[in-house]
């Protein structure tokens, strides 16, 4: 099916990653920052010139898109999302994308700061890309693989199709979303202007990976409200709420229940956020796990925190909320068990081993799920996300593209 096809998702990919689209989560607005636009304005434009009609970009930084149906089935409809925002962790302005062509095996220094290197040890995926195609940054940006590689490999995907009328396939929406990054990927989405039944997200790593777990997640705030004085007349009076803040952190476990404590199916609650004076500081939490009744567990830990340190700080006051962030989208997929098997079914057929894991973290397709959109996540091999160390496989994302294509069409034979 794709011998004599010339893949366009590694061109697709470093043209897009040159643009900056970081979001930013104290920003008010939505998209939290504009120059996400800026690529989703590129998308629309490339999309209609391959000869999708409808593509467009709404006020809110969201680009839709429908390839039609060319069979007279009644097959459901399917999406297939990725989000243009990059980490708000690393910078995303000037990345310059680097192809280290048949790539050997060995440590990859970046030549814009040398002390940056993308050792074997540390990624230990790299040995099994011997021989491939590998995109890195040069060492003073993150790459923007998280989601970038996502969205050229969707891309691609309609590139083919528009190319290849005979195959058949039901309704296939794109949809291509900001803030993903920050937690608001799907906030202003209109699932109603969408109108999929089921969709696919293309956000996860290594070649044949396949998602339809999640963590479940909250955001917890704890403001610890003090006494302020004059320090010099503090005696009796002043009551610290920095101090009273960190005896709290001196309370959580230092061997366990942390992110960098915890692997696999473990959970955490993990602080990420601190700011305020001595009369008054916020202190925020994310607190994580697939069981979701585990999180009240968490909140519970917390509150007993909060009790003991109220009895070290008499005089301070302090409050908690909780904030649901997203559910574990298995809870949901598991009542649409067609849509995890097709896609396991498309990764086969790419000649890929298929391998199911479960996300330590959230997808825009964990709130999707639950709004009615079920919504797992396939491969797209970007791998150490979020930092400096980034890097993908251009043959993992042609792979990526396969399997799509396959899933489409997979989609149309069984209906």
């Known amino acids: 099916m794709f011998q004599n096809y010339s893949f366009t998702v590694a061109d ?17 607005s ?136 005979g195959l058949k396939h039901g309704v296939i929406k794109l949809l291509f979303t900001p803030d993903e990054e920050i937690g608001r990927g799907v906030d202003k989405v209109d699932l109603k202007r969408l109108g999929a039944d089921f969709g696919y997200t293309l956000d996860a790593g290594e070649r044949g990976a396949f998602e339809d777990e999640t963590f479940s997640a909250d955001s917890v705030t704890i ?15 002043l009551v610290n709420a920095i101090k009273a803040a ?8 230092a ?30 939490f994310i607190i994580r796990d697939f069981i979701t009744a585990k999180l009240y567990e968490y909140e519970v830990l917390l509150r007993q925190y909060i009790d003991e340190t109220v009895r070290k700080f008499p005089g301070v006051t302090i409050t908690m909320e909780v904030k649901e962030q997203y559910r574990n989208m298995k809870e949901v997929l598991d009542h649409h068990p067609q849509v995890s098997e097709y896609a396991l079914e498309a990764i086969s057929r790419a000649g890929v081993q298929p391998l199911r894991t479960s996300a330590r973290g959230g997808t825009d397709g964990s709130r999707l799920s639950f709004m009615g959109l079920p919504c ?36 149309e034979e069984k209906s």
């Open 223 to 237: 403001t610890f409200t003090g006494v302020s004085a004059h320090p010099g007349y503090g005696k009796d009076k």
């Open 30 to 165: 939505f998209p939290s920052t504009k120059k996400q636009k800026d690529l989703s304005r590129i998308l629309v434009e490339e999309l209609l010139a391959m000869g999708v009609t409808d593509a467009a970009l709404d006020e809110h930084g969201y680009v839709y898109a429908t390839i039609p149906s060319n069979t007279d089935k009644n097959v459901p409809v399917i999406c297939f999302c990725s989000h243009v925002d990059t980490s708000p962790d690393c910078s995303g302005a000037g990345v310059s994308p680097l192809i280290h062509r048949n790539y050997q095996g060995e440590d990859i220094v970046l030549p814009d700061d040398p002390q940056q290197v993308i050792t074997i040890k540390d990624h230990p995926y790299l040995s099994a890309k011997k021989g491939e195609d590998i995109i890195t940054a040069s060492g003073a940006t993150l790459l923007g693989a998280d989601d970038k590689s996502g969205v050229a490999v969707i891309m691609d995907m309609a590139n083919y199709f528009m190319m290849h009328p």
């Open 255 to 284: 061997h366990a229940l942390s992110p960098e404590t915890t692997e696999g199916r473990e959970g955490f609650v993990h602080p990420v956020y601190i700011n305020g004076i001595a009369e008054k500081v916020t202190l925020q």
């Open 12 to 28: 697709r990919f470093i043209k897009y990653v040159q643009v900056d689209t970081q979001s930013d989560p104290h920003s008010t």
């Open 376 to 411: 797992p996540n396939i491969f797209t091999g970007e791998m150490a996300f979020h930092g400096k160390h980034e890097y993908v496989s251009i043959q993992d994302m042609q792979k990526s593209v396969e399997t799509i294509v396959h899933l489409a069409m997979i989609w």
């Open 246 to 253: 960190g005896a709290l952190l001196e309370l959580l476990p």
